[in-house]
């Protein structure tokens, strides 16, 4: 793989422009291309064979445009597929998961909230994560209907204040320090989610830890792209508007019926 390949980025939808943002922040001369699967979100309710195929399917596109790595920005494609995708293509992977180990270990009440999809909860990755940390309780939720919600533009809706209240105050009244962030669509959901949690409540989610990751394995393979004036393609199965409006129409945004 050449270093001025583009970098691969994929998602159930528009979530994973989170992860996209970190990366492109640290690494400003890479290109990228970007898919978000939204004909097909949310994955967290999906099987999962489903996943796996969904991500071989997504993955076969991005090589079509000779991606030189694939971050799988989406925690349920990650937990459920990433292994096998792993065994099936010769070029790196990156993955994310969520943030357990860094809330557990800071944790002072050793009460931590994790705010995920059905599809991430209840993978063998996550659970086997979860078992490292057994003097930590882990409350665990399924965010059901966040991602749609987000899917069709309705971020800021009161439906979306309505889910996060239901979601959020059972574990404030456990006394959680740290509320986890399993899912790469919930960053967008940060500045409710910080007025309706308490202060001392910490949010963490896997932005950052995922980009360096990203640069640590292009600069092994010396693959860093330094120097020029990046590129970035954006490519949705679902509604465009709704990824341009969340990028503020600053990127080129392409329908492609895959």
Known sequence: MANNNPIGLFDSGIGGTSIWSAIHDLMPFEDTIYLADSKNAPYGLKSKDEIIALSIKNTEFLLERNAKIIVVACNTATTNAIKELRAKY???????????????????????????????????LFNKAVEIYQDTIIIEQIGHGIVELIESGKLNSSEMNHLLHSYLEPMIKENIDYLVLGCSHYPYLIPQLKKILPPNIKIIDSGEAVARQTYNVLNAYSNLHTEGKSTTIFYSNGDPKVLDAILNHQYKVEFKDF
């Open 90 to 124: 010769d070029i790196p992977f990156i993955g994310i998961e969520p943030a357990i180990k860094p809330a557990a270990i800071q944790s002072k009440t050793q009460k931590i909230g994790i705010l995920a999809t059905k599809g991430t909860l209840s993978s063998e």
